[in-house]
């Protein structure tokens, strides 16, 4: 017998949809280490939730799996179960969780995602990647993932649609700019 012990991982909890903090609490109140990245928003309907999931459907536990057992999420109270690839559970690095919650920190300290505080026409500048320094006009955010489209002011009032990570502009103090017709 070996006397190799596991130590605790973290590990993608699933949960039933918009069930993640109903599952959330449930793993907290039994004593496990959860991370459930969440922002807060400013719905249109007041009374819809303030409160969005970062990652729908999907939490972190930090835990020993030899010592509390996979069916134990695979039988949680509004749970799914362990992200598992071929029967077995993945171990989420605890570099990534440690970005999340320094990302989630950045979100909260802005105040917000950035694209939600954009409209079409706002000016940005573009801080990273191959088009640092330009100037440009937001267009719209690319539904599902983490881009925008932008519109690069060119030569004689051309303008270059552009789809850019959201990580890599800023919003401009200038409130709106000559958006093309």
Not at 22 to 28: E, M, N, T
Not at 111 to 136: K, M, N
């Amino acid at each position: 017998m070996s006397d190799l012990k596991i130590s605790s991982q973290w590990y993608a909890l699933r949960s039933k949809p918009r069930k993640e903090y109903a599952v959330w609490k449930y793993a907290s109140n039994l004593g496990y280490e959860v991370f459930y990245p969440r922002l807060i928003v400013q719905p249109v309907n007041p009374r819809a939730s303030k409160i969005r999931p970062y990652f729908p459907g999907y939490l972190f536990v930090h835990v020993n799996l030899e010592t509390s057992g996979i069916s134990t999420f695979q039988w949680m109270t509004n749970a799914i179960g362990l992200v598992s690839f071929g029967g077995e559970p993945a171990v989420v690095p605890e570099a990534l969780i440690n970005a999340i919650k320094q990302r989630m920190q950045e979100i909260q300290e802005a105040g917000g995602e950035l694209f939600e505080q954009l409209q079409s026409g706002d000016q940005i500048h573009i801080e990273y990647g191959p088009f640092q320094g330009y100037e440009a006009i937001f267009d719209a955010r690319l539904p599902g993932t983490a881009r925008v489209r932008v519109l690069l002011h060119l030569l004689s009032d051309q303008y270059v649609s552009l789809e850019l990570n959201v990580s890599n502009i800023i919003k401009n103090s200038r409130k709106k700019g000559n958006f093309p017709s």
